[in-house]
């Protein structure tokens, strides 16, 4: 059973750092891509950052580019944790952050995987709050 666990959310003020961290385990696939999405209240969810697992490209909403940081560290139990490392943050990145994670990566399956499309399984999320 894939599972994804995440946490490291919480309460920040404005110009603050969180990191947030995805343990997924369970999904035998050499070849994905995971990565954060976020849904702030009354909005879309939208991608933040994907990694795929295949050749590293790593993927940015404009919003978070320069201030957000994607890696991903895997272990030889077939376990995988995820961090999303967020700098300079804003009140407009409030939101709950989800991971997620998808087969397929490369130069068309990792954007449309970014976009959310064909993300297979996701996350509870945690709340990121941002104060002003």
């Known amino acids: 059973e894939v599972q994804l666990v995440e946490s490291g959310g919480g309460l920040v003020q404005a110009g603050g750092s969180l990191r947030l961290s995805c343990a997924a385990s369970g999904f035998t696939f050499d070849d994905y891509t995971i990565g954060w999405f976020r849904q702030a209240p009354g909005k879309e969810r939208e991608g933040v950052s994907c990694i795929s697992a295949g050749d590293g490209s790593t993927y940015y909403a404009d919003s978070v580019k320069g201030r957000f940081t994607i890696s991903s560290v895997s272990s030889d139990n077939a376990k995988t944790t995820v961090y999303l490392q967020m700098n300079s943050l804003k009140p407009e990145d409030t939101a709950v952050y989800y991971c997620?994670?998808?087969?397929?990566?490369?130069?068309?399956?990792?954007?449309?995987?970014?976009?959310?499309?064909?993300?297979?399984?996701w996350g509870k999320g945690t709340l990121v709050t941002v104060s002003s």
């Open positions: 997620a994670v998808g087969l397929g990566s490369g130069p068309i399956v990792g954007p449309l995987r970014f976009q959310g499309y064909g993300m297979d399984y």
